[in-house]
């Protein structure tokens, strides 16, 4: 990219972070919610939608293989929390896994959408990045021996 676009460290930190995944791919937003919208009508949200989910099913397996298997899959933050259609979508074709998913509690947001029948439990668990950021860098300015690490 620097050869060929011209393009400087921080010209090419707002392609890979600004530019690319859904926004790159759907070329109208990197907004789960405003592709779920759209995706009736525009094939590229509806295709941007299906790759990233196929990314993340990939990654499931892929994880589940190192594992040797399952227990519990965790859905959180954003997409994870919000979207039961993203959701359903990524855990269909896991069954053999022993992921199922319950589609009236996905809908309804329950904490545990998993079927009862199905072997993994799979959670929807809040979370909030922020105040995840402030303990582990508080955790980690302290773990510097500045004397103050019984102190919050």
């Not at 791919?25 to 779920?36: A, I, N, P």
Request: glycine content about 10%; hydrophobic content about 40%.
């Amino acid at each position: 990219l620097a050869t060929c676009e011209n393009m400087d460290a921080a010209g090419y930190n707002e392609l890979v972070n600004f530019q690319s995944g859904l926004l790159g791919l759907s070329e109208t937003s990197s907004s789960m919610e405003e592709l779920l919208k759209h995706e009736a009508e525009d094939d590229r949200a509806k295709d941007a939608i299906e790759l990233f989910c196929y990314q993340v099913k990939k990654s499931i397996g892929g994880l589940a293989a190192a594992l040797g298997g399952l227990d519990t899959l965790v859905f959180t933050g954003g997409m994870g929390e919000n979207a039961p259609q993203v959701r359903a979508r990524i855990c269909q074709g896991l069954e053999f896994l022993g992921i199922t998913i319950d589609a009236s509690r996905n809908a309804a947001h329950d904490e545990i959408i998993s079927a009862d029948s199905g072997r993994v439990k799979v959670r929807v668990i809040h979370t909030d990045e922020s105040v995840t950021i402030a303990r582990d860098t508080w955790q980690l300015v302290n773990k510097q021996g500045n004397g103050h690490e019984n102190q919050q």
